[in-house]
């Protein structure tokens, strides 16, 4: 398989996008991973990169995302930050990825068993640590099912808080960058948020985050504010 030139970028909607990161994960879980030649993929991608995608992710070893969704060198853009948090740097290197580099589509993958979330649900306070934390602590408070045993021993807690924190950032994504919501208001970038499996590899898209031609409302009940 060959990597992506701008011609083949050039022809990727957001949907085409989407779908090439849904086929991947069933290669990856069925363990039928496309043959590539990766010494190859150095020498074509040696002058450029044409990703079709920009993907934010954990950090957790578990979770390289050109490996889960069976993608070459030059393929996607892969930012990587604890609790998959959103902040200005992943926000400038989303921007960059799809506005000067083509990219068609903004995937925030957060994951089962993540430890940053482990930390927050039980206000883990650590030097810098600490910090970033506390980028997931609105997470943690809106999750309102969990009436007892709200910590990380709590699995079906920790589930909760991680597909609220990455309904969050795929919301951040919309309300902190001018560029990324004209572009997807244009239809021109899709965004959507997922929850890959450290269990059994499968990654499960959100469908009701994603967003191409309009934004919404993904996070709490009540209407997307105007923005300037």
Request: glycine content about 8%.
């Amino acid at each position: 398989m060959r990597t992506h030139t701008k011609e083949t970028q050039a022809t990727v909607t957001p949907a085409k996008a989407l779908a090439f990161l849904r086929e991947g994960n069933e290669r990856f879980t069925n363990n039928l991973r496309a043959h590539r030649d990766l010494l190859e993929q150095v020498n074509q991608t040696s002058e450029g990169q044409f990703p079709f995608a920009v993907i934010l992710s954990c950090i957790d070893s578990r979770t390289s995302t050109e490996l889960i969704f069976d993608q070459g060198l030059g393929d996607v853009f892969s930012v990587r930050l604890a609790g998959n948090v959103v902040n200005d740097d992943v926000l400038g290197s989303m921007e960059f990825a799809c506005r000067y580099a083509g990219s068609k589509l903004v995937v925030i993958l957060g994951h089962t068993a993540c430890g940053a979330i482990k930390g927050a649900c039980d206000d883990v306070q650590l030097g810098h640590l600490s910090t970033l934390l506390n980028k997931i602590q609105p997470a943690v408070y809106h999750e309102q099912e969990t009436k007892e045993n709200r910590t990380s021993s709590n699995t079906t807690f920790v589930r909760n808080v991680t597909d609220l924190q990455v309904r969050r950032s795929v919301e951040m994504v919309i309300e902190n960058s001018v560029v990324l919501r004209s572009m997807i208001e244009a239809g021109e970038v899709g965004l959507i948020g997922a929850r890959y499996s450290v269990e059994d590899g499968s990654v499960e898209f959100f469908d009701d985050t994603y967003m191409c031609g309009e934004v919404k409302h993904v996070f709490l009940d009540f209407p997307v504010a105007a923005r300037g």
